[in-house]
């Protein structure tokens, strides 16, 4: 098991976590395989916005924890994620503005929309377009000893870090 993951190998398997509602984060597919349960779990991956890689065999035998695949893997959220109201509503009575950014994942909220809905809160709100434009305005926002307090997968993390140190 990955951080934050759960891996999920063989072809009824992956289908029944799409069909049960599970989050699937990323699903990994043999390349040239097109019979019809693969189709029939990419359709559902595309339904739901999951990113698909296609890979060699090789590839989804590295990824493999149980060796039996079946030309495809996928990976899951292990928990479930809270909702954005749910974060603004605790993010709200602290917070004196937000900066957001764009997502790199294709399920995430887009940044101009995620500032819209920070504005409709009452909460001053900026859209960026990547992780350094939004830490310059965030740190010249909170000005010299200020606090920034970014919130994000840990992938964002390590980007503001480095933004930050660029800085």
């Given at each position: 098991?990955?951080?934050?993951?759960?891996?999920?190998?063989?072809?009824?398997?992956?289908?029944?976590?799409?069909?049960?509602?599970?989050?699937?984060?990323k699903?990994?597919?043999?390349?040239?395989?097109?019979?019809?349960p693969i189709?029939?779990?990419t359709?559902?991956?595309?339904?739901h916005?999951?990113?698909?890689?296609?890979?060699?065999k090789?590839?989804l035998?590295q990824l493999?924890?149980?060796?039996?695949?079946?030309?495809?893997?996928?990976?899951?959220a292990?928990?479930e994620?809270?909702?954005?109201?749910?974060?603004?509503?605790?993010?709200?009575?602290i917070?004196?503005?937000?900066?957001?950014?764009r997502?790199?994942?294709?399920?995430?909220?887009?940044?101009?929309?995620?500032?819209?809905?920070?504005?409709?809160?009452?909460?001053?709100?900026?859209?960026?377009e990547?992780?350094?434009?939004?830490?310059?305005?965030?740190?010249?926002?909170?000005?010299?000893?200020?606090?920034?307090?970014a919130?994000?997968?840990l992938y964002?993390?390590?980007?503001?870090?480095?933004?930050?140190e660029a800085?």
């Amino acid at each position: 098991m990955r951080y934050e993951e759960l891996t999920i190998e063989g072809r009824n398997a992956v289908l029944e976590a799409f069909r049960s509602g599970k989050t699937i984060d990323k699903l990994f597919v043999q390349d040239g395989c097109k019979d019809g349960p693969i189709l029939i779990i990419t359709r559902e991956a595309r339904k739901h916005d999951t990113l698909i890689k296609y890979v060699t065999k090789e590839r989804l035998d590295q990824l493999s924890e149980t060796g039996k695949h079946q030309g495809v893997i996928a990976y899951a959220a292990a928990y479930e994620y809270a909702s954005v109201e749910d974060m603004l509503e605790l993010l709200s009575p602290i917070a004196e503005a937000v900066v957001t950014v764009r997502p790199d994942s294709p399920r995430a909220m887009g940044a101009e929309e995620l500032a819209a809905q920070v504005r409709r809160r009452g909460i001053p709100a900026c859209a960026c377009e990547s992780v350094e434009e939004g830490m310059r305005i965030a740190a010249m926002a909170a000005g010299q000893g200020g606090a920034v307090c970014a919130l994000g997968s840990l992938y964002l993390a390590a980007d503001v870090r480095r933004a930050a140190e660029a800085l």
